[in-house]
């Protein structure tokens, strides 16, 4: 089995690719368009500089070669989302090509490039078979990501993407609206033909895609029946694919060089742009430099970047990485939401467990002065509500001591002390102070 993909990610720019016409959320349909974004006689196109910059930023954080410089093609597209009938995208000279991008910091996944283009506008069909198109979504500025087919299951091809994701927001300051906001081609071949599953929306999705596809072409081999080259869609509700139209083939497109926009010379900028350290690469560096695994360093980062800052400054402040793990794991994360809401300052954490590490304060009251710190709640009612907790949690523990040895083997075992208490308690107690008092309460047997 192989399967590739290729990502669709929209940039976050407030302006279109190729025009002024804002990407914001429009009042109606078709009013978020111009001359120019609707391919009227006349117009010619004008490129979006931070558009640019973003397509660079994506291309060094994919590790790819950026050229000094690129073009655009027009993409003959003959359907009614794209009124100007051409797409202008990349195809010879991308902004990047041939990058790697590692899962879990190792596994290499050869990017094959990442190319600027424009979206095109939107159909919404009617069960009466009329069609309606509204072009405020055309010209807006995406980047396609497109890897070679080295994915070998469903499953592998969803974690790269959750991975990536995580990755591209946090390097382009995406926002975080959910998986949706990054459509997916998904490409996969049993046999030899290729069958390309357009715009699958959601990671769980591109596994039920690719799952369905995978059963689906073994079957029609196994018959002595041969697949298709075609373009197939996904049926969320169904989760099944089906046949859209014949594949055509790249030579089918007729890309000419797209004579209204030139040339880009584009070394300069991408030597002067700098990237932050992507969420997969702090992940990596704290497994390396602090020892700790990789499963739990995912954790952290998958949790925020603002989260692994603080497991750090609680290491360095301490001069403990079992604290550090410890703590971020457990209280620290657990009342992460409200701290990230109050905008105080992190270094206040990392004092807090100073204190305890130098034996001046105790679990429990470093577990109180942490929940007051970072919720801004009343101390002394933590202090009571945390007794009533200590003593449900402990002794549940103490009448079922085999989850202990349960949970080192799976955390997941952790979710029954959990849903105890919860039901104990009857909802008197927030979530997150049941997780956090839970997960204190075991620090001190495990």
């Known amino acids: 089995m192989m399967i590739g993909l290729e990502i669709h990610v929209q940039l976050p720019t407030r302006s279109?690719?190729?025009?002024?016409?804002?990407?914001?959320?429009?009042?109606?349909?078709?009013?978020?368009?111009?001359?120019?974004?609707?391919?009227?006689?006349?117009?010619?196109?004008?490129?979006?500089?931070?558009?640019?910059?973003y397509g660079i930023k994506l291309a060094k954080m994919l590790n790819c070669e950026i050229p000094d410089t690129m073009w655009f093609s027009r993409k003959v597209y003959f359907y009614p989302d794209?009124?100007?009938?051409?797409?202008?995208?990349?195809?010879?000279?991308?902004?990047?090509?041939?990058?790697?991008?590692?899962?879990?910091?190792?596994?290499?996944?050869?990017?094959?490039?990442?190319?600027?283009?424009e979206d095109p506008g939107k159909t919404k069909r009617f069960g009466d078979q009329s069609s309606l198109v509204d072009y405020n979504r055309a010209g807006t500025p995406l980047t396609e990501i497109v890897t070679e087919p080295d994915f070998t299951t469903p499953a592998e091809a969803r974690e790269f993407l959750r991975q990536l994701i995580i990755d591209i927001r946090h390097t382009i300051d995406l926002p975080d609206d959910g998986e949706r906001s990054i459509r997916c081609d998904c490409n996969i071949s049993i046999g030899k033909e290729r069958v390309e599953v357009k715009n699958v929306s959601g990671l769980k999705n591109v596994e039920r895609a690719l799952t369905f596809e995978a059963v689906r072409q073994t079957k029609v081999?196994?018959?002595?029946?041969?697949?298709?080259?075609?373009?197939?869609?996904?049926?969320?509700?169904?989760?099944?694919?089906?046949?859209?139209?014949?594949?055509?083939?790249?030579?089918?497109?007729?890309?000419?060089?797209?004579?209204?926009?030139?040339?880009?010379?584009?070394?300069d900028l991408a030597r002067s742009i700098t990237i932050k350290e992507s969420p997969a690469q702090t992940a990596a560096r704290l497994s390396k430099e602090y020892g700790i695994d990789g499963k739990t360093a995912d954790q952290i980062v998958s949790t925020s970047i603002g989260l692994a800052e603080v497991f750090e400054m609680i290491a360095k402040a301490t001069g403990s990485v079992k604290t550090a793990v410890s703590w971020t794991r457990g209280a620290v994360s657990s009342n992460w939401k409200a701290f990230e809401a109050s905008g105080k300052d992190p270094e206040g954490i990392a004092g807090i467990l100073k204190k305890l590490e130098d034996g001046k304060i105790t679990?429990?009251?470093?577990?109180?002065?942490?929940?007051?710190?970072m919720t801004g709640r009343d101390a002394a009612?933590?202090?009571?509500?945390?007794?009533?907790?200590?003593?449900?949690?402990?002794?549940?523990?103490?009448?079922?001591?085999?989850?202990?040895?349960?949970?080192?083997?799976?955390?997941?075992?952790?979710?029954?002390?959990?849903?105890?208490?919860?039901?104990?308690?009857?909802?008197?107690?927030?979530?997150?102070?049941?997780?956090?008092?839970?997960?204190?309460?075991?620090?001190?047997?495990?």
């Open 16 to 53: 279109k690719m190729f025009c002024s016409c804002p990407t914001t959320d429009a009042e109606g349909p078709n009013t978020h368009v111009c001359p120019g974004c609707l391919g009227m006689p006349g117009t010619k196109p004008v490129m979006n500089r931070k558009a640019v910059e």
């Open 82 to 117: 794209m009124s100007k009938g051409t797409q202008i995208t990349q195809y010879e000279n991308p902004v990047g090509k041939k990058g790697v991008y590692y899962m879990n910091g190792k596994r290499p996944i050869r990017i094959t490039k990442i190319q600027l283009e």
């Open 221 to 267: 081999l196994k018959a002595g029946g041969k697949v298709e080259r075609e373009t197939r869609g996904f049926d969320e509700e169904r989760g099944v694919t089906f046949s859209v139209r014949k594949k055509e083939y790249e030579s089918d497109y007729g890309y000419i060089h797209e004579p209204d926009l030139g040339l880009f010379h584009i070394g």
């Open 363 to 373: 679990d429990v009251e470093a577990d109180m002065e942490l929940n007051s710190y």
């Open 381 to 446: 009612a933590i202090k009571e509500q945390s007794a009533d907790l200590s003593q449900i949690i402990d002794g549940y523990l103490d009448a079922h001591p085999e989850i202990i040895e349960e949970i080192k083997k799976n955390e997941k075992a952790l979710n029954r002390v959990i849903g105890h208490v919860m039901k104990e308690t009857g909802g008197k107690y927030s979530s997150s102070d049941i997780v956090s008092a839970t997960k204190n309460a075991l620090n001190s047997r495990l």
